[in-house]
Every structure is written in C-alpha cells, then in structure tokens.
C-alpha cells in the first residue's frame, strides 16, 4: 500500500468524511495551491522536513507557501 493510500485510510478511519489525495508534477507548492483554489478543499495536510524558519527562507518551504497563499486550513506534520 502506498504511503498517500494509508494516509487516506488513517483519516477516514479517525472519522474524515471526505479525503481526496492527488499525484502531479511540477511545482509542489504551485501544484496544493491551484488544487486547493480548484476543489473545495478545507484542510490540507502536508509532512514537513522541519528546516526551520532560517533554511525554509533560503531554501524554500512547501508548506510555507501553501499556508500563505490558500484560503484553506493548513496542518504540517512532522516525520515519524
């Protein structure tokens, strides 16, 4: 089982009425965004690499960006 698939399986079993998971290419940050915009999503969820504000302003954060720029919920959670 893949790991999006488990992760579906976890939220629905934790009572989520509707999860949605998607696989693109691109731009990750670009990529939540636009689908988030697109789809009546009120929560997404994203793992993070736990750089720190520091690196994230120098490298780039992902979950940063979507934070910033969407209307929905944002939750990052960490490595197991």
Do not use: P, W
């Not at 990750?28 to 793992?47: F, K, L, R």
């Amino acid at each position: 089982m893949r790991s999006f698939d488990r992760a579906k399986l976890q939220a629905e079993t934790c009572g989520a009425k509707s999860v949605q998971t998607a696989i693109e290419t691109g731009d990750a940050a670009t990529n939540i965004i636009d689908y988030c915009n697109n789809h009546e999503i009120d929560t997404v969820v994203m793992g993070r690499r736990g750089l720190g504000d520091l690196a994230g302003l120098f490298l780039g954060s992902v979950s940063h960006k979507v934070a910033q720029k969407t209307a929905c919920a944002c939750l990052t959670v960490g490595g197991e």
